[in-house]
């Protein structure tokens, strides 16, 4: 079955460290995509790609980078991480019709 | 502002009664997409529903894109459905999503 997967779904970091968020998907889609979900704001954009090798920068992509070494592989990176960025976030794979999403990872930066 | 505007922000059904949510778009989009979401979960999509009327079981999505609306109808509600909604627009090419904050629904037995 065609699925999404996030690792780790729950993860604890301290101010300043780096945190690496891993995307798998198996339905063999060229998009993916990275959002983070907060109350008040719903979903938001960070970081999408197109296929191996493609970053774009989404709607909020500051103090985020993104990773892309493969079709099934989509990596969030925070290289310093703040407390603003304790969310939960989601990787998302999809066509030109429909977005499929995981599980979520809840991020929280103390 | 806000590109997209839910409503309403929630509601409260008694088992059985319909509810209808809305959603408009503050810009133009080429489509639009409805996804459920379960409390701590993930989101499952409900509908693609660039234009018209579609019908899966209990919900039916209307669209209607040159008036920036959609409006998802639920019909004899059950408490299995009670959850998060949230409409988005694919807003350029590139199927990239801008999402509204979304109704939370609660059905009571």
């Known amino acids: 079955e065609a699925a999404v997967t996030q690792s780790p779904r729950n993860k604890v970091a301290v101010t300043g460290g780096k945190v690496t968020l891993s995307c798998n998907q198996t339905?063999?889609?060229?998009?993916m995509y990275w959002y983070r979900q907060d109350t008040g704001h719903g979903l938001r954009l960070i970081h999408y790609s197109y296929g191996a090798g493609s970053t774009e920068k989404g709607d909020i992509p500051d103090g985020y980078k993104a990773s892309r070494p493969s079709q099934e592989n989509f990596s969030l990176i925070l290289e310093l991480a703040t407390p603003s960025q304790t969310s939960v976030y989601f990787c998302a794979s999809g066509d030109a019709y429909e977005q499929y999403f995981g599980p979520g990872t809840r991020l929280t930066v103390l | 502002g806000q590109q997209v505007q839910q409503s309403p922000t929630s509601l409260v059904l008694q088992e059985g009664e319909n509810a209808e949510l809305q959603c408009n778009f503050s810009t133009s989009l080429n489509s639009m997409q409805w996804f459920y979401q379960r409390p701590g979960g993930s989101l499952i999509s409900v509908f693609y529903?660039?234009?018209g009327t579609k019908q899966s079981g209990r919900l039916t999505s209307t669209t209607v894109i040159k008036e920036r609306r959609s409006s998802l109808h639920i019909s004899s509600s059950q408490i299995t459905d009670s959850g998060t909604y949230l409409c988005a627009m694919e807003r350029d090419m590139g199927y990239k999503l801008t999402f509204g904050t979304g109704t939370s629904l609660l059905v009571d037995p």
């Open positions: 529903n660039p234009s």
């Open positions: 339905n063999n889609h060229n998009n």
